[in-house]
């Protein structure tokens, strides 16, 4: 079965800067689209960022120019670099996979358990 696990959230100062991770395990054959997530207090779950198999990303406008999101295609991972974290970017950020192919099962969405990030002014 394939899972996400996601890494590296924590407690930072707004104007610094943290990097989540988040690995895909599992015998996977590919991934689609992969990207980030988050959720705040009283809020629906948003879209932070996304990456396409092709490379080509998405982002909300308001982390644009701020945070910066990657993939490993070979080693399955997305990682979402942000800066200049603000206190509204305080949330449970949510890795997402998108039709994800297993060697014998496909999933067309799969979700991390969440890694809290929490910005102080």
């Known amino acids: 079965q394939v899972q996400l696990e996601e890494s590296g959230g924590g407690l930072v100062q707004a104007g610094g800067s943290l990097r989540l991770s988040c690995a895909a395990s599992g015998n996977i054959f590919s991934i689609g689209a992969m990207g980030w997530y988050r959720q705040a207090p009283g809020k629906e779950r948003e879209l932070v960022a996304r990456?396409?198999?092709?490379?080509?990303?998405i982002y909300a406008d308001s982390v644009k120019g701020r945070f910066t999101i990657s993939r490993n295609n070979n080693k399955n991972t997305v990682a979402l670099q942000m800066s200049m974290l603000k206190p509204e970017d305080t949330a449970v950020y949510y890795c997402n996979a998108g039709d994800v192919v297993e060697v014998l099962r496909k999933y067309s969405e799969l979700w991390g358990q969440g890694t809290l990030v929490t910005v102080s002014s």
């Open positions: 990456l396409s198999l092709g490379s080509e990303a």
